[in-house]
C-alpha cells in the first residue's frame, strides 16, 4: 500500500514544510498527485470533496488557523481517539503527511 | 446538457412525430451523480443507454437522490445544501436552491408533497414543497439545553406523514410528524447511542435502525409504537476488540433484509453482521474482505451484495443468503462507490469512481454485461426507489 518511492535530486521548486525532516526530500511529483487524490477522495467521504466539512470538520486554511503543523501531522498520522479520525500512518510517511499539513494549511488543495 | 429525451429520440427516427415520440415511462429510468463535475447522467436501464446528462447541480460529493412519487422527478441533494429538481424526461433542471451550508441527504414524504434535508451546517432538518421548493418547515437539531447544534443524518421518511432522523453530535433520534405541514410536531428520544452515523427504516416502515459509530450495536424504534423507546440492537458485536480503523463510514442506505433476516455492515470490522428479525438478536456474522460500506440485498432477498472501505474498495463481494457463504469475489476497478438493482434485480449497476465506468453484472450469472463510461461516478439511484418507503 505505501509507496515510498523517493526519486533523489528532484529539482523540485516545491518549499518543503519546515516541519518535515530537513533531510529528506518532499514526496515526488508522481507522489505528490497520490497523495493530492488521497485528500480529495478519501479524506474527502468525511471532509468534504471541497474540504468544507462534512461529518468531519472543514479542512480549510482558516478552519485550522491556530493549530500547529506538528498536531495537524500526528493528527493525520495517528488519527483522533474518540472520534472517527482514523490513523493514515499506513498510507502515508512523516514527510508525505508534513507535505499535506503544508499544502493544507496554504491552501493549496488541487494537484501540483 | 439540456439535451431532452424527446429531441434525441426524434433525431434518432427523423420522423415527424414528435408528439407520439415524447411518450415514454419513467419506470425504467434512473440518475446516477457525477461527483466531481456538479453532474447527473440520466440513465434509460432497459437499453442501458444515457439520455441526458444535467448540469450545475453544485458540489456533488455525497450527493443522493430521491423521486417524485410519480417517478417524473429526481431531487438532488448536494453535499453544499444545494438542493436540485432535475425533469428526466426533459433531461434539463427544473429548479434548484441552496438551501444550507453542508447536508447530506434527504427524503420525500409518504404523499409526496414535502421535502425534507438533513443538514450538518446548520444542523438540522429543512422541509420544501416538492412542487416549488418553497420553504415549509425548519427544525434545528438543538441540544443542551439550546446551546449546541448537531448534525443529522439517517433522514428518512415513514408513514403517517413523519420523517425520521439522528443526531450525530447529540445521539438522539427525532420523530418529525407533518400531519399539519406548517407545524410539525417532534418528539425527540435522547440517549438513542453515540455517534449515530447513519439510519434507515424498513421496507414495511415500521422499524427505524440507526447505526452508531461510538459504540457496538444499532439503536432500534419501533414506529408503531414510540412510547416504547429506543432499544439496543447487537449490543456489544465488537466483543470489546480493539476496532480497527475506519477509512469510510459505512451506509445504511436500504435495510438489506432477506430470508428472515436482515445484513448489516460491522463498524471497524471486516464482518457482516446478520440479525434475526423475529426477535433483533444476533443470528450470525460473515468474515468479508474488508470493512463494509453498503451492504445491500438483491430485490428477492437471494443475494447480499458488499462493498468495502479503501484500502479494499476494488472489491465485491457477493453473499449467496440461503447459505450465508461468500460465492463470487469480483474486482470491478479502485473505487466501488455504490450499487444499485434493478427494480426487480436482474441486473445490478456498480460505480468504478476511479475508472470512470459504471459496469452492469447480471446477478444470476454474476458476470459483467455491460459498461458505461461515467466521469467519477458515485450514487446511483433508480426510479423504483419512487415506490419504496424510506427511498
Known amino acids: ?112 | 446538457m439540456r439535451r431532452s429525451v424527446s429531441v434525441l429520440f426524434c433525431a434518432a427516427v427523423a420522423l415527424g412525430g414528435c408528439a407520439t415520440a415524447e411518450l415514454r415511462g419513467t419506470g425504467d429510468l434512473g440518475v446516477i451523480v457525477e461527483r466531481a463535475s456538479g453532474a447527473v447522467q440520466v440513465m434509460d436501464t432497459t437499453h442501458r443507454a444515457p439520455l441526458a446528462r444535467v448540469t450545475g447541480l453544485g458540489d456533488l460529493s455525497h450527493a443522493s437522490v430521491v423521486y417524485s412519487r410519480d417517478a417524473r422527478y429526481a431531487y438532488v441533494f448536494g453535499r453544499d445544501g444545494g438542493l436540485s429538481k432535475v425533469d428526466l424526461l426533459r433531461g434539463r433542471l427544473e429548479k434548484r436552491i441552496v438551501q444550507a451550508g453542508n447536508a447530506i441527504g434527504g427524503a420525500i414524504s409518504q404523499d409526496g408533497r414535502l421535502i425534507a434535508v438533513s443538514n450538518y451546517e446548520p444542523g438540522g432538518v429543512r422541509v420544501f414543497d416538492a412542487a416549488t421548493l418553497e420553504a415549509i418547515a425548519d427544525i434545528p437539531a438543538t441540544f443542551q439545553n439550546g446551546e449546541r447544534r448537531s448534525k443529522v443524518v439517517g433522514l428518512v421518511d415513514a408513514p403517517d406523514e413523519r420523517f425520521v432522523f439522528s443526531l450525530y453530535d447529540a445521539g438522539e433520534i427525532w420523530v418529525a410528524d407533518f400531519s399539519d405541514r406548517r407545524h410539525p410536531a417532534v418528539r425527540k428520544f435522547p440517549n438513542a447511542g453515540v455517534q449515530p452515523y447513519d439510519g434507515t427504516v424498513t421496507p414495511d416502515g415500521r422499524y427505524y435502525v440507526a447505526g452508531l459509530f461510538g459504540e457496538d450495536g444499532l439503536a432500534l424504534l419501533d414506529l408503531w409504537n414510540l412510547n416504547g423507546g429506543v432499544r439496543r440492537v447487537l449490543p456489544h458485536y465488537g466483543r470489546g476488540e480493539q476496532k480497527l480503523p475506519v477509512y469510510k463510514m459505512p451506509h445504511l442506505d436500504n435495510w438489506a433484509m432477506a430470508d428472515g433476516v436482515a445484513f448489516v455492515p460491522a463498524v471497524g470490522r471486516n464482518e457482516v453482521l446478520i440479525i434475526d428479525m423475529r426477535d433483533w438478536s444476533e443470528a450470525g456474522r460473515i468474515t468479508v474482505a474488508g470493512q463494509p460500506v453498503f451492504v445491500v440485498a438483491r430485490p428477492d432477498g437471494r443475494q447480499v451484495w458488499v462493498n468495502f472501505a479503501p484500502p479494499n474498495n476494488d472489491t465485491v463481494q457477493v453473499i449467496d443468503v440461503p447459505s450465508r457463504r461468500i460465492t463470487k469475489i469480483l474486482q470491478p476497478g479502485k473505487g466501488v462507490l455504490h450499487m444499485e438493482f434493478t427494480p426487480r434485480g436482474e441486473a445490478v449497476w456498480l460505480s468504478v469512481r476511479d475508472e470512470d465506468r459504471v459496469d452492469v453484472y447480471a446477478t444470476a450469472s454474476l458476470q459483467r454485461v455491460g459498461t458505461l463510461p461515467v466521469e467519477k461516478p458515485s450514487g446511483i439511484f433508480f426510479t423504483a426507489r419512487a415506490y419504496r418507503i424510506g427511498q
Open chain 1, 1 to 112: 500500500m505505501m509507496k515510498k518511492g523517493w526519486v533523489a535530486g528532484i529539482a523540485t521548486t516545491m518549499a518543503v514544510s519546515c516541519v518535515a525532516p530537513a533531510a529528506q526530500d518532499p514526496p515526488s511529483p508522481a507522489r505528490q498527485h497520490e497523495i493530492v487524490r488521497l485528500l480529495q477522495q478519501d479524506c474527502g467521504s468525511c471532509h468534504g470533496l471541497t474540504l468544507k466539512g462534512g461529518l468531519g470538520p472543514a479542512l480549510l486554511p482558516q478552519a485550522l488557523a491556530g493549530k500547529s503543523p506538528e498536531f495537524l501531522r500526528d493528527t493525520i498520522l495517528n488519527g483522533r481517539p474518540g472520534t472517527p479520525m482514523a490513523p493514515w500512518r499506513p498510507f502515508l510517511n512523516d514527510v508525505e503527511a508534513a507535505w499535506l499539513v503544508d499544502r493544507l494549511l496554504q491552501g493549496k488543495t488541487d494537484a501540483p
